[in-house]
Each structure stands twice: as C-alpha cells, then as structure tokens.
C-alpha cells in the first residue's frame, strides 16, 4: 500500500434546485481557474448532470454529504505569541528535514540518496546518480542516472546517456532537450503531468 498527504485546494458550490443553469454559466466563465481547484458540490438535488458536465472537462470534484460540512469545521485559534513559543519546540521535536543544494557538478561514481528535497543547479556526469523521495529540481544537464519518488520534479535537459525515472515513468529524452525547465508532477489518476516553465 502506498499512502500520500496532499493538500487541496476546494472550491465550494452551495446550490438551490433551480440553480443548475448558474453554475453551468459561472462554471464555462471561470474555467480556467476552476479547473485548478477540486470542485464541492453541496445541496439538496440531483447532481447528475452537474457531474456528466465536470467529467467532460476532467475537473477533480466532490458530491459534499451532510456529514462533512466544511463550515461548521472545528477551528484551532492561536495568537502569534503562543506561534513563536511552540515553533522552536517543534523544530527540534520532530527534526525538520532541510533542502540538499548543490552547486557543483555531480562527478561519475558519486551516489546520492536522500529522502530530502533537493536542487542541483549543476549538470550530472555520465556515472553519477540521484535518487530522492523527495521533490527534485535539476537545473543543469543530466547524463547519469536520476529517480525521483517526490510530487514534484523540474528538469531543464536530458542529455544523450541521461536516464530520468519520475514516480516509476522513465522520461523520453527527446522532450527534454529543449533547455526549456520542465515540472512533472502527478494528477489525481497518477498520470503524468508536463507542463513548461
């Protein structure tokens, strides 16, 4: 089994029975954002064909049943002051992992394991490998061996001898020789997601 933490982002429709039509309207003028949200859906009705209209658009949603409404959540309030007394207590109470950066470039026979996020804003030799659970930022060429199992990844280039394995898809070189930075990440449906930066 594997288990992931997330953070969403929600956006919440609250909807009478004769307001369909507003949301169909709302919903085609705000697409573009909207489609970036996972989409909650509360009321009393029918939301069938609320739902065809979303699964057309591959929008992530939510039918919100009665028992969990995002309102009436229970709410922690803590001033400032007690914030700054219990951050250094925690710091060392749980070990807070730190970012790996390195600038130099990652010579042939060197190994790096981690389970921290890391940037490397060198090129990776012919040899070298990379291996994190954690996010990877590469900045440079890449022509060893990278594994990333992070929720993120950006990479710039792939050179000839370079191997990329991103959450177990092995990346085809050509797309990344572009010296165009790239984030790779996975939707709700573990498919890769390439977009250019």
Known sequence: MNARQHTLQIFEFILGQDEKEKFFNYFKRNEPILK????????????????????????????????????SRNRVE????????????????????????????????????????????????????????????????????????????????IGESGTVIFNGVILEKKKFQTKQAKLLKLDFNRKLIVEEL
């Open 78 to 157: 803590i001033s400032l002051d007690e914030v700054e007394d219990i951050i250094p207590e925690e710091r060392e109470k749980k070990n807070i992992k730190v970012r790996e950066v390195y600038e130099k470039p990652i010579r042939s026979g060197v190994a790096i394991q981690s389970d921290r996020d890391i940037a490397i804003f060198s090129q990776i030799n012919d040899g070298a490998e990379v291996e994190t659970s954690g996010n990877l930022e590469i900045f440079g060429t890449v022509n060893g061996k990278v594994i990333c199992n992070g929720s993120y990844m950006i990479i710039r280039d």
């Open 36 to 71: 970036n949200f996972t989409i909650v859906l509360s009321g009393d009705m029918d939301f069938s064909d609320i739902e065809e209209f979303l699964n057309e658009r591959e929008v992530c949603y939510l039918i919100n049943s009665k028992e969990c409404d995002f309102n």
